[in-house]
């Protein structure tokens, strides 16, 4: 997703565990996170450098 400014939300899975070096760097539209999991989970996976959009979005507990 790296560049795509106009990512306004994205899905993760709970089999969620890491997101990679700038998987989402300057998706400077990205303001959501829908999670299939619990918050406490979801700050157990690893987020490499480069994704502040990812981590500043609002997270969204769906399907727990």
Not at 30 to 35: C, F, G, P, T
Not at 44 to 49: F, R, Y
């Amino acid at each position: 997703f790296s560049g795509c400014t106009s990512l306004g939300a994205v899905g993760a899975p709970v089999s969620l565990y890491s997101v990679g070096k700038s998987a989402f760097y300057a998706c400077s539209s990205l303001n959501r996170v829908e999670y299939n999991g619990t918050k406490e989970q979801f700050l157990l996976v690893s987020v490499s450098d480069g994704n502040e959009y990812f981590l500043n979005a609002e997270l969204r507990e769906v399907g727990k």
